[in-house]
């Protein structure tokens, strides 16, 4: 490996995130022209697009062998997301979730992450596994868009059309601009991935570090620039339903879609190791289910919470790096972690619900 592996990894990310730019916003006109609100458009093509990284690296790892890292990205992308995105943008400004729908997500992401812990508890992912979870996507996604129909909470609306709204006019010349659009953001997609998937397998074998690692870190945190990118100026603009949408829907469409037909189009379905099935895969859904607690207390996420989830991405990140490179200081690491920071943010969560709880006896 020389300098020129590094310069290819970076050049990846790069196209990657302007090539998932460039895709949503020729996907969002087109969708603008032919008559989909922006509630809609924000729901399904903004999260989804912005998750197309995840798709094509780990369709790619799927179709090249390298089952660990098309893993490593799904479940590295989710507990990216949440901790570090959801963390950040409340520190930016609290959170406040009023949307039902974003309600109604919560419980499903913990399920369907439940489900794909409980999928790779025999060391595989099948393709009969894969199909399930594609079909699952595509029920989801037309169940957004029946529940965002039913929407009629004008500061909602008045939220996704000041973000996504706006006329497009219906000429032949922008309709064919927008198709230029789609199809380079596609190209620009599979070009960054796979000088993403080479180069970041090539560092792997260069410092001895399992492809499982390199996907939950370098890929993951590659693959969610655009998400990242998204939920943080829009927690700015105090485009409070977007910024959490996003996420929870990205993380969603990750174990539907993205693993569901990685898993589907590999030959041998997706292998999960003895690691993952151990610390990781448990880990997504941990922070899967500690996003219930949060979105009750109040329906808002608080910047004390947002300094919790980025502490614990943090944490997340130390600790992998810590068994990577087989430090005698990770059993320090992990009694801290089990008997400190774990029962301390137990009783914080269950202080911040305690108002909550006698509302609801009351």
Do not use: H
Not at 27 to 35: C, P, Y
Not at 279 to 301: E, N, T
């Amino acid at each position: 490996m020389n300098w020129i592996t590094w310069v290819s990894l970076a050049i990846g990310l790069t196209v990657l995130v302007v090539g998932a730019e460039v895709l949503v916003k020729g996907a969002s006109r087109i969708a603008l022209m032919v008559g989909l609100s922006p509630l809609i458009i924000g729901l399904t093509i903004v999260a989804y697009g912005t998750s197309m990284p995840e798709m094509v690296v780990s369709l790619q790892s799927a179709l090249a062998g390298q089952a660990d890292i098309a893993l490593g990205n799904v479940v590295g992308s989710n507990i990216f997301n949440v901790l570090l995105i959801l963390g950040i943008c409340s520190i930016v400004t609290p959170l406040v979730v009023d949307q039902q729908l974003i309600r109604l997500d919560v419980p499903i992401l913990i399920g369907v992450s439940g489900l794909a812990m409980m999928f790779g508890l025999d060391g595989l992912i099948s393709r009969v596994d894969g199909a399930i979870f594609a079909t699952g996507s595509i029920l989801y996604t037309g169940f957004l868009i029946r529940q965002s129909k039913k929407e009629r909470n004008p500061a909602v609306e008045e939220e996704y059309l000041q973000e996504f709204g706006g006329t497009v006019p219906k000429t032949g010349k922008q309709i064919a601009l927008q198709v230029v659009y789609i199809l380079g953001g596609i190209c620009l997609l599979v070009f960054g991935s796979r000088l993403l998937v080479s180069s970041s397998v090539a560092i792997a074998k260069t410092f001895g570090i399992s492809e499982l690692v390199i996907g939950l870190t370098l890929v993951s945190a590659g693959t969610s620039l655009p998400e990242l990118a998204t939920s943080v100026v829009a927690s700015y603009r105090g485009e409070r339903d977007i910024a959490v949408g996003n996420v929870i829907g990205s993380n969603i469409f990750n174990i539907l879609a993205v693993l569901g037909f990685s898993a589907l189009i590999s030959p041998e379905g997706i292998r999960v190791s003895t690691e993952a099935i151990r610390f990781d895969l448990p880990v997504m859904c941990a922070v899967a289910l500690v996003c219930l607690p949060v979105f009750i207390s109040g329906r808002l996420i608080s910047r004390w919470e947002g300094c919790l989830f980025l502490a614990y991405y943090i944490a997340y990140t130390a600790y992998i790096v810590l068994g990577a490179t087989q430090n005698t200081n990770i059993d320090l690491f992990n009694r801290i972690l089990l008997f400190g920071v774990m029962p301390a943010t137990i009783f914080a969560l269950v202080l911040s619900l305690w108002p909550e709880l006698r509302r609801s006896k009351g």
